[in-house]
């Protein structure tokens, strides 16, 4: 069965639909930490910021570098951290009226 | 270790240097960075491109920068590994009539270097930018020749190339000093050992002030903290970047490839503040002036906001070229925020010093370190984007 799935690209990252031979070909060219690989790829760039596929990269990198998950550094996490709308930012009076 | 050629940073700068100088056969080049490649000034980025600037000498070497950002992007040079020039061009937004009056002799100070600016309507900017809503503006300048790139496909092209042309690339590397003697730079010392060489170039960014300090060179710079955030993806709204020139701290967009919108605003802020000192106060500053042209962005939502260093001269112009106090080595930073931009031309340039003794463009000789000792300073005044 695993070889019948693995004929269908498998996606990682869900937001920008990055798929494993995507990162295993990224690795095979030199993006072995996972800042490089995020900006290369933008895995983990979406609106989920990486909660789904960050994880799953870290286990696939680490097994590719023979290294333990723990052993690889952990990307930078950017503010807000969930996406947020703009609109907040703003005081009332320039938010009101414009909503359809 | 002992090398040709060691060009300490590997941002755009520097990949950009060892690219043009492995073009013209050089052997035995490496460049050393401290992190990952791009992991500076590079990578924090807007990706703006323009000639559209104030002073003789910016006009000049960016249109040189424009003219290699299209050659670049052929599939015979780097199209093939993916760097692509997005020529969508730049329009600056009057709201003032003394800026409209500005714009009019900047457009004749372009025209006269042969960079097309023009001063366009509130109806021709609408046409440019469908989104926007025009009814404040006066007036606009439309830079064409403008554009962007996206900077982690054009990092990614390079190290394709310098690698194909046999150039070495350590990442990871810091180099914590610089050991001189004898009126020559011998050695960087990193946490990898000591690599010697017979050249050096030092375009590490908003590091260059400190390597140079540990040899006795002191090169005026200082890292000014610019704010910078990025929405989620749309799909492609508008092509040219959009300045507010009137609003002070001049607000941009730009809409990248993948679709997201990349909003900055100038803040006030001290020199040298680490990158992690984020601000609650940029968000309202830089939404509150983009939602008085694009009301719509209100409803969007920003996923990353994120600060990188303006690397600034006192004259906002870049330090090219040789030291007086050292024969080996060449100075490449202090872009004052357009190192992105400049990157081909930076290659050039420094080539040519090497090469040929002197750069072929030669508003480039007046950019070297010596021209604050002597009191040459560079004038400009739209230091954005």
């Known amino acids: ?100 | 270790m002992k090398v040709n050629i060691l060009i300490v940073g590997g941002g755009i700068s520097g990949l950009s240097i060892a690219y043009t100088l492995a073009k013209r056969g050089i052997k035995d080049i490496l460049v050393v960075d401290a992190n990952y490649i791009g992991s500076g000034s590079t990578g924090r980025c807007a990706t703006g491109i323009r000639a559209s600037f104030t002073s003789e000498e910016h006009v000049v070497l960016m249109k040189n920068s424009i003219e290699l950002w299209k050659k670049l992007s052929q599939p015979e040079e780097l199209g093939k590994y993916g760097l692509q020039f997005d020529q969508g061009g730049y329009v600056w937004i009057a709201s003032k009539e003394e800026s409209v009056e500005l714009f009019k002799k900047l457009v004749n100070l372009h025209n006269s270097l042969g960079v097309p600016t023009r001063v366009v309507s509130p109806e021709e900017l609408k046409e440019l930018v469908p989104p926007i809503r025009a009814d404040e503006a006066k007036a606009a300048l439309h830079d064409p020749t403008a554009g962007k790139s996206y900077v982690f496909d054009t990092l990614h092209a390079y190290i394709k190339a310098c690698k194909e042309l046999g150039v070495r690339i350590m990442t990871f590397t810091p180099v914590r000093k610089l050991v001189a003697g004898g009126g020559k730079v011998k050695a960087a010392v990193t946490d990898k050992g000591s690599i010697e060489a017979d050249t050096f170039i030092v375009a590490a960014g908003s590091g260059s002030k400190k390597l140079m300090e540990s040899i006795g060179v002191d090169i005026p710079l200082k890292n000014l903290p610019r704010h910078i955030m990025i929405t989620e993806a749309f799909k492609p709204a508008f092509k040219p970047l959009v300045i507010d020139w009137d609003a002070g701290g001049a607000p941009y967009i730009v809409q990248t490839k993948e679709g997201n919108f990349i909003i900055a605003r100038e803040i006030e802020e001290e020199p040298e503040q680490p990158l992690g000192s984020v601000r609650i106060d940029f968000l309202p500053k830089v939404v509150s002036a983009m939602a008085k042209w694009f009301p719509w962005i209100k409803r969007i939502r920003v996923l990353r906001y994120w600060i990188g260093y303006y690397v600034t001269s006192p004259d906002h112009h870049p330090i090219y070229g040789p030291v007086d106090e050292y024969e080996n080595i060449y100075l490449a930073c202090g872009y004052s925020g357009h190192g992105y931009m400049l990157a081909p031309v930076t290659g050039k340039i420094i080539t040519e010093w090497l090469l040929d003794g002197r750069p072929s463009i030669p508003q480039a000789e007046r950019l070297t370190l010596r021209r604050f000792k002597e009191g040459r300073l560079i004038e400009e005044f739209a230091i954005v984007g």
């Open chain 1, 1 to 100: 069965m695993g070889g019948e799935m693995r004929k269908h690209p498998t996606i990682i990252c869900r937001c920008n639909d990055v798929t494993i031979e995507d990162v295993e070909r990224a690795i095979n060219e030199g993006y072995t930490d996972l800042e490089s690989l995020r900006k290369r790829l933008r895995i983990g760039m979406g609106p989920c910021q990486g909660r789904t596929c960050i994880p799953l990269l870290i286990r696939l990198l680490a097994r590719k570098l023979g290294k333990k998950p723990t052993e690889i550094t952990l990307p930078v996490t950017r503010p807000p951290v969930v996406p947020i709308p703009l609109e907040l930012f703003l005081k009332s009076k320039d938010v009101g009226g414009e909503r359809k």
